[in-house]
């Protein structure tokens, strides 16, 4: 009689428990809950006169029949709840599967978002090359033209210092782009792998780096930027 009571209540939608939901298709309908068995109190014990046995014998009888129906109430409500308790496995394994799909989704968001974050640390170096490389030739073409002028005599130093700045910012640079190659690499072979075991779809671009194009054509400027500072050769003019 008390199993009906043990049983909590179940939330329609179960956004409510904290988990997203795939809004693409329908989620599963909850099962209805049985309604709970009235509590009916067992048939008395009979008294009977011990001298009468067959009345005894009757009485009896009519008592096992009512613990029987009594019976028979309580396992027919224990049937409509293990259905019903099925009924809920059912429900929770279609819940499993919109879960799992909302799963797959977030870890193809997730490489995509680390593409996005090595891009940027790409880009990090990119702008720290740059500012070595661009401030280095302008020394060397700054103290070139007082040179010329001749407001100064020497301009063997600051041409020194610009070059190095000019290769320091390249090292730097054909570091980034060797790191970033290889966790690309690393990155897309994890994604293809997730793909095959179908644990992503898969369905989004995975283009190449323009940040990667940018740093590779950077690092040809700064090649040529070296180059003509070591021979004073005019190939920005």
Do not use: W
């Not at 193809?108 to 090359?129: E, F, K, P, Y």
């Not at 490389?133 to 100064?152: C, E, M, P, W």
Request: net charge neutral.
């Amino acid at each position: 009689m008390a199993t009906g009571a043990c049983l909590p209540d179940i939330p329609s939608d179960p956004a409510q428990d904290g988990q997203p939901m795939d809004r693409s298709e329908p989620s599963p309908a909850l099962p209805p809950r049985p309604d709970r068995l009235p509590a009916s109190p067992l048939p008395p014990i009979p008294h009977v006169d011990p001298s009468d046995a067959e009345g005894a014998s009757t009485e009896y009888s009519h008592y096992r029949t009512q613990l029987s129906r009594h019976r028979t109430g309580l396992s027919e409500h224990r049937t409509d709840l293990s259905e019903f308790r099925t009924d809920l496995s059912s429900h929770r394994t279609g819940l499993s599967e919109h879960r799992t799909e909302m799963s797959m989704r977030r870890t193809g968001m997730s490489i995509q978002r680390t593409r996005l974050s090595a891009d940027r640390t790409l880009m990090s170096v990119a702008r720290t090359s740059l500012s070595l490389i661009g401030f280095g030739f302008t020394l060397y073409q700054v103290f070139g033209k007082l040179r010329d002028a001749s407001v100064i005599h020497n301009a063997a130093e600051p041409r020194n210092f610009g070059l190095s700045l000019i290769l320091l910012g390249s090292l730097l640079l054909v570091g980034g782009i060797v790191g970033h190659v290889r966790f690309a690499l690393g990155l897309r072979h994890l994604r293809r792998t997730l793909m095959d075991e179908q644990l992503i779809h898969g369905e989004s671009d995975y283009p190449v780096s323009i940040i990667l194009i940018t740093a590779i054509l950077l690092l040809g400027i700064g090649v040529l930027a070296a180059v003509s500072i070591l021979f004073d050769l005019s190939l920005f003019g």
